[in-house]
């Protein structure tokens, strides 16, 4: 079984809707992260969270909210989605403990905005 | 503004050819990683430098510190080799931001 993963891979919406991505992790670690993916763009980070009481905008987050229900869950929200916010979704994890904080990404959520 | 340039952003080679990627960065840095995508959109991390050289299989990552400069060299490249490879950074001001490169990506030709 994969150690991260997101629901749903693909998902296909209107503008206007309320889309919630979910990822969860069996790694065990404390760090995760949320980042889009466009044509063109490197990876850019909306969100990340170094344990559950712990909750940080990145670079993008206007338009994003997210939730840590748990260590090995956290969730993106877009309130009310537009089709500028149609791009690749990761999550990640990394362990806190190990130097150089390697990331380990999920399979990716394609979300298309109509 | 870009903090960390990848290059080439496109490169097409024979199997069994040398290849090279570059990347610059502009920040300082805690670690380099070399993440590989594959066409699927998977994305895995092949290595985390923070100095020196790396080695596992036939893919070598080096990096000098001074120069902020990291290669991924590929020896004796194979059709399977063929996805995007991205540099990211993390950076040490901000603790833990990371910066991703734009990726290069590659297709080895049988």
């Known amino acids: 079984d994969a150690d991260v993963t997101q629901t749903p891979r693909n998902r296909i919406t209107k503008t206007g809707k309320r889309i919630m991505l979910e990822c969860s992790q069996t790694?065990?670690?404390?760090?995760m992260y949320w980042y889009r993916q466009d044509p063109g763009l490197g990876l850019r980070l909306i969100y990340y969270?170094?344990?559950?009481?712990?909750?940080n905008k990145g670079e993008i987050s206007d338009g994003y909210s997210v939730s840590r229900q748990a260590q090995a869950k956290f969730s993106l929200s877009l309130e009310s989605a537009i089709p500028n916010q149609t791009a690749l979704y990761f999550c990640?994890?990394?362990?806190?403990?190990?130097?150089?904080?390697?990331?380990?990404f999920g399979p990716g959520t394609r979300l298309t905005v109509l | 503004k870009n903090e960390v340039e990848q290059s080439p952003q496109n490169l097409t080679a024979q199997e069994g050819e040398f290849i090279t990627i570059n990347c610059s960065y502009s920040?300082?840095?805690?670690?380099l990683h070399w993440l590989q995508q594959h066409p699927g959109g998977g994305i895995v991390s092949l290595f985390m430098?923070?100095?020196g050289k790396k080695k596992h299989g036939r893919l070598i990552a080096t990096i000098n510190i001074q120069e902020k400069h990291s290669s991924l060299h590929i020896t004796a490249s194979h059709p399977r080799d063929s996805a995007v490879y991205i540099c990211?950074?993390?950076?040490?001001?901000?603790?833990?931001?990371?910066?991703f490169g734009t990726g290069t990506s590659l297709t080895v030709i049988p």
């Open positions: 990640a994890t990394s362990d806190a403990g190990r130097p150089g904080d390697t990331q380990y």
């Open positions: 790694k065990g670690h404390d760090r």
């Open positions: 430098l923070s100095s």
């Open positions: 990211a950074v993390r950076e040490i001001n901000t603790g833990n931001q990371f910066y």
């Open positions: 920040v300082g840095i805690s670690a």
């Open positions: 969270s170094f344990d559950v009481k712990d909750i």
